[in-house]
């Protein structure tokens, strides 16, 4: 029950006000991203309209309300980043300025934990999956490849939406429930993003030795010496390479690519590897 010294108008959030935070935080939840605090804006501009009707609008708890929002610094994953703002509308909803600084520990013990198991499995793990069947569909001219990348999508963004309510209804109890979770969950995502990575190295990076050795009339095949040693030894050789130089000072991504082109190039030209 709304207390007067919460400053609260006793408004309760409709599935209108969800539609509008879900639309909000699709296409600008990131969009306020910045290096000092990065998504602390952004944050508030996706729940500023429930704010606004939980406060009062021109308010000085609306104001207040705001000013924590935008204080502390706040960076998760976006794809489960409407689990804190489920929690955050039902406390404030309840509460109002009594609840903040709950909030602001809650913003900032969950933001962390999600950022890794989100970016994980939704950043990493189903792009990786889904990204390379569609892309090998793709290379050998079958269609389907579009609307499976498509789907995957739209559920994902189905997720997105459907969490928010899911937080909202559950409250606090959804982060009693979930701490003995994230840890594991963390730590499976971890390593099933390991394994795929491996699967895709021996299945997608396709590169040979064709240098020819010759030792005393002896021609040495080289490709299948590695074989012997490990099956797909080069490619796994060359990720550690590119991984390698990723480690050096003033390295990047771009720059690491461009290293593994010139690289092909030139050994290509010689003979000395091809395509497997």
Known sequence: MTTMSSKTTGYKLTKADFQQINRRNLVGFQAGWNYERMQHSGYLWIILPQLRKIYGDNTEALKTACRTQCSPFFNTSNFLNTIITGIDLALE????????????????????PLASIGDSIFG???????????????MQGNPIGIFI????????????????????????????????????????????GVFMVGALVSTNVGIVISAPIDLGG???DLQ???NMICPKLVP???VGFVYW?????GMTSTKAIIVVLILGI???GLGWVAKG
């Open 149 to 192: 990348w498509i789907a995957v999508n739209v559920v994902v963004d189905w997720f997105r939406c459907k969490q928010t309510y899911i937080a909202y209804e559950q409250g606090m109890k959804l982060v009693t429930t979930m701490s003995d979770k994230l840890n594991a969950i963390t730590d499976a995502a971890t390593v099933m």
């Open 218 to 220: 002896v021609n040495i």
């Open 236 to 238: 796994a050789a060359l």
């Open 124 to 138: 990493s793990l189903l792009p990786t999956i889904f990204g390379a069947l569609a892309a090998n569909m793709a």
């Open 224 to 226: 299948h010496i590695c």
């Open 93 to 112: 909803e309840n509460d109002g300025l009594e609840s903040l600084e709950t909030v602001a520990s809650l913003k900032t013990g969950l933001m962390g």
């Open 266 to 268: 030139v050994l290509g």
């Open 245 to 249: 130089l990723l480690g050096k000072k």
